[in-house]
């Protein structure tokens, strides 16, 4: 046990000191991870001795990762994927499957190349999901349609177990303690085989629809926390236990009762509890892959692992790009889904590891096929690194080659920098009134989208002084810089102040420091974006609790004023040291409370009069 706690402790710490700096170098965590593997494991400094140990340990990770992943669909939205799921992901298992097989069917019997095909059409839900996260791309459509191949790789797995027995050439190895203890329901007969498999999936359904409800109530009744964790924990343990007893996968499992429980009320409390543990277990999962490197075999045998470990990206990621094609995925999405997908998996650890004991591999096949998928994973994250750099890189020679668009500058005296979500409600709110702004944005998709609902948008680099003079800034009365990139901005306003300072300028802001700096450049006005919309919000708050609409907004108009006045006041005050700034803010925030009681007081008329005036100091 001191060993083991030893050992974890060593994953631990080198996970806290090798991820900063891969995150700090662009790598990512996964990347990090590996390589902090790599360095404590046995062909490194040997700080780690039972690797198996700890990996079988910490694969607990992978089962909670698609627990927490099931709470995220409801059924009705994997409903709404059912073609993705079905259709990419039977395709890409299937062809993947077929093509891995008849290339192995060269060297081996067809039973043993069909085992090999079936394990490596599988990829690694662990690393990609992690990434994906990591990007923020789970919700973009290349990024559903990557997790739908993965949902589908994960059903999967289980007619995978029943079938890989079939497939035997030679007699079963005698099991292992640990092996003993599950049910290899391969051996029953079918019917059996299949009321075991839906008996257990029945039971998943009934915990997390109907009894798990009533549990947690109770727990939540009394305000312990670590109660609901240990709950939370005991639920996916349990079902990972039902789950192996009858032979299937505990992620597959784990995943399904997400599911069920997508749209109870604990799910937020379940995610929040459980996602600490899962993303510890999960970066030592892939640091276990790491220290697991077996480079003795890899030195041995290094021409045909390196082989192997290229041949099966190449493959799948020809496989992935001709399913992409088929189901008329854009090119840049398919070159994205194809090298996000094209790696060895973690279930290949245990389906390896399953064929070898039940007498469909030999240890001398399952071996150097188990480091070329760890190789593959390894390479997974770089692989990505460098299709990000490529896709940037051609995004902006495909900018560079673009020429700035022609304008006509003829009446315009308001140019409009940075047509985004705030500069498209801006555009719309000057045309409708009749003012006709220069509209100038640098993202050529959107310059392209926009004119097809109407705007008249030009492409072009606001901070190049020849497109602001073609843009006819000579002549024109006010700049709005609406661009959500302070530093884009700043260039923008100081190279209009040199050559054009008589133009007034308008900018929004991001936060109160962004505003503070444009304050420090004399814009004429500014207003921190999101405090329209928290005051509009405010106001539909009051009016819901049944204020009167007309007093509602007078209210905001109210609190508008006053912070106006106190946001020039706090100007002064955020050059000193912070603890006058907070200070002085404090200060300002007890008393509007006062002075809005006054405020209300006044007449509405007179109130009505100081709308109509000039605010002071530049802030809207």
């Given at each position: 046990?001191?060993?083991?706690?030893?050992?974890?402790?060593?994953?631990?710490?080198?996970?806290?000191?090798?991820?900063?700096?891969?995150?700090?170098?662009?790598?990512?965590?996964?990347?990090?991870?590996?390589?902090?593997?790599?360095?404590?494991?046995?062909?490194?400094?040997?700080?780690?001795?039972?690797?198996?140990?700890?990996?079988?340990?910490?694969?607990?990770?992978?089962?909670?990762?698609?627990?927490?992943?099931g709470?995220?669909?409801?059924?009705?939205?994997?409903?709404?994927?059912?073609?993705?799921?079905?259709?990419?992901?039977?395709?890409?298992?299937?062809?993947?499957?077929?093509?891995?097989?008849?290339?192995?069917?060269?060297?081996?019997?067809?039973?043993?190349?069909?085992?090999?095909?079936?394990?490596?059409?599988?990829?690694?839900?662990?690393?990609?999901?992690?990434?994906?996260?990591?990007?923020?791309?789970?919700?973009?459509?290349?990024?559903?349609?990557?997790?739908?191949?993965?949902?589908?790789?994960?059903?999967?797995?289980?007619?995978?177990?029943?079938?890989?027995?079939?497939?035997?050439?030679r007699?079963?190895?005698?099991?292992?303690?640990?092996?003993?203890?599950?049910i290899?329901?391969?051996?029953?007969p079918?019917?059996?085989?299949?009321?075991?498999?839906?008996?257990?999936?029945?039971?998943?359904?009934?915990?997390?629809?109907?009894?798990?409800?009533?549990?947690?109530?109770?727990?939540?009744?009394?305000?312990?926390?670590e109660?609901?964790?240990?709950?939370?924990?005991?639920?996916?343990?349990?079902?990972?236990?039902?789950?192996?007893?009858?032979?299937?996968?505990?992620?597959?499992?784990?995943?399904?009762?997400?599911?069920?429980?997508?749209?109870?009320?604990?799910?937020h409390?379940?995610?929040?509890?459980?996602?600490?543990?899962?993303?510890?277990?999960?970066?030592?999962?892939?640091?276990?892959?790491?220290?697991?490197?077996?480079?003795?075999?890899?030195?041995?045998h290094?021409?045909l692992?390196?082989?192997?470990?290229?041949?099966?990206?190449?493959?799948k990621?020809?496989?992935?790009?001709?399913?992409?094609?088929?189901?008329?995925?854009?090119?840049?999405?398919?070159?994205?889904?194809?090298?996000?997908?094209?790696?060895?998996?973690?279930?290949?650890?245990?389906?390896?590891?399953?064929?070898?004991?039940?007498?469909?591999?030999?240890?001398?096949?399952?071996?150097?096929?188990?480091?070329?998928?760890?190789?593959?994973?390894?390479?997974?994250?770089?692989?990505?690194?460098?299709?990000?750099?490529?896709?940037?890189?051609?995004?902006?020679e495909?900018?560079?080659?673009?020429?700035?668009?022609?304008?006509?500058?003829n009446?315009?005296?308001?140019?409009?920098?940075g047509?985004?979500?705030?500069?498209?409600?801006?555009?719309?709110?000057?045309?409708?009134?009749?003012?006709?702004?220069?509209?100038?944005?640098?993202?050529?998709?959107?310059?392209?989208?926009?004119?097809?609902?109407?705007?008249?948008?030009?492409?072009?680099?606001?901070?190049?002084?020849?497109?602001?003079?073609?843009?006819?800034?000579?002549?024109?009365?006010?700049?709005?810089?609406?661009?959500?990139?302070?530093?884009?901005?700043?260039?923008?306003?100081?190279?209009?102040?040199?050559?054009?300072?008589?133009?007034?300028?308008?900018?929004?802001?991001?936060?109160?420091?962004?505003?503070?700096?444009?304050?420090?450049?004399?814009?004429?006005?500014?207003?921190?974006?999101?405090?329209?919309?928290?005051?509009?919000?405010?106001?539909?708050?009051?009016?819901?609790?049944?204020?009167?609409?007309?007093?509602?907004y007078?209210?905001?108009?109210?609190?508008?004023?006053?912070?106006?006045?106190?946001?020039?006041?706090?100007?002064?005050?955020?050059?000193?040291?912070?603890?006058?700034?907070?200070?002085?803010?404090?200060?300002?925030?007890?008393?509007?409370?006062?002075?809005?009681?006054?405020?209300?007081?006044?007449?509405?008329?007179?109130?009505?009069?100081?709308?109509?005036?000039?605010?002071?100091d530049?802030?809207?």
């Open positions: 046990m001191d060993s083991f706690l030893f050992q974890f402790f060593i994953f631990l710490l080198a996970s806290v000191i090798t991820v900063p700096i891969a995150h700090k170098l662009g790598l990512g965590s996964v990347l990090g991870y590996l390589i902090a593997g790599i360095i404590i494991g046995p062909f490194g400094f040997s700080l780690v001795a039972d690797v198996d140990l700890v990996m079988h340990f910490t694969e607990f990770g992978v089962v909670m990762m698609l627990f927490l992943v709470l995220e669909l409801k059924p009705s939205l994997l409903i709404k994927m059912r073609t993705p799921i079905l259709g990419m992901g039977g395709l890409q298992v299937a062809f993947s499957a077929i093509a891995i097989g008849m290339i192995a069917s060269i060297f081996l019997v067809w039973q043993q190349a069909l085992a090999i095909g079936m394990i490596l059409a599988l990829s690694s839900t662990a690393l990609v999901v992690q990434t994906l996260k990591e990007k923020g791309l789970m919700s973009t459509h290349s990024g559903r349609s990557v997790f739908s191949v993965l949902l589908f790789q994960d059903l999967a797995v289980i007619p995978m177990l029943a079938l890989l027995p079939l497939l035997a050439t007699g079963i190895y005698e099991k292992t303690e640990i092996e003993t203890t599950l290899n329901i391969s051996s029953f079918i019917y059996m085989q299949l009321f075991i498999i839906f008996f257990a999936i029945g039971i998943i359904f009934f915990v997390g629809k109907y009894a798990s409800r009533p549990i947690f109530r109770i727990i939540a009744q009394t305000h312990i926390r109660l609901f964790i240990a709950a939370a924990l005991a639920m996916v343990v349990g079902i990972s236990l039902l789950m192996t007893v009858v032979g299937l996968s505990p992620a597959l499992g784990t995943f399904l009762a997400g599911v069920v429980l997508a749209d109870s009320e604990y799910r409390e379940l995610e929040s509890d459980i996602e600490p543990f899962k993303g510890i277990l999960l970066g030592i999962f892939f640091i276990s892959i790491g220290a697991g490197f077996d480079f003795h075999l890899i030195s041995q290094i021409l692992i390196l082989g192997i470990s290229f041949g099966l990206v190449v493959v990621f020809l496989i992935l790009f001709l399913v992409s094609w088929i189901f008329k995925m854009p090119k840049k999405e398919s070159a994205f889904f194809a090298i996000t997908l094209a790696q060895g998996g973690e279930f290949a650890f245990v389906l390896f590891q399953f064929t070898k004991v039940n007498g469909v591999l030999d240890a001398e096949i399952t071996e150097p096929l188990i480091s070329a998928v760890a190789i593959s994973m390894f390479f997974a994250p770089i692989l990505f690194k460098v299709y990000e750099k490529i896709s940037r890189k051609n995004q902006k495909k900018k560079e080659e673009l020429e700035s668009d022609k304008i006509n500058k009446g315009h005296k308001v140019i409009l920098a047509f985004g979500r705030l500069g498209t409600d801006i555009g719309r709110f000057l045309i409708s009134v009749g003012v006709k702004p220069v509209i100038l944005d640098y993202d050529a998709s959107n310059v392209e989208i926009l004119r097809k609902f109407g705007f008249e948008v030009y492409y072009g680099d606001a901070t190049r002084l020849d497109l602001l003079e073609s843009a006819g800034v000579s002549d024109a009365e006010i700049l709005i810089v609406s661009t959500n990139d302070i530093e884009i901005s700043r260039k923008l306003i100081a190279l209009v102040k040199k050559h054009y300072p008589n133009i007034l300028i308008v900018a929004n802001a991001k936060n109160m420091d962004s505003t503070y700096e444009l304050m420090d450049m004399k814009v004429d006005r500014v207003r921190e974006e999101t405090f329209g919309t928290a005051l509009r919000m405010g106001q539909d708050i009051l009016t819901l609790m049944g204020v009167d609409p007309y007093e509602a007078r209210l905001m108009r109210i609190f508008r004023k006053h912070n106006d006045e106190m946001i020039a006041e706090l100007y002064q005050k955020h050059k000193e040291d912070l603890e006058s700034y907070i200070s002085a803010y404090q200060l300002q925030m007890s008393s509007l409370e006062e002075l809005m009681k006054s405020d209300l007081e006044m007449n509405t008329e007179e109130i009505d009069k100081v709308w109509t005036g000039n605010t002071k530049g802030v809207l």
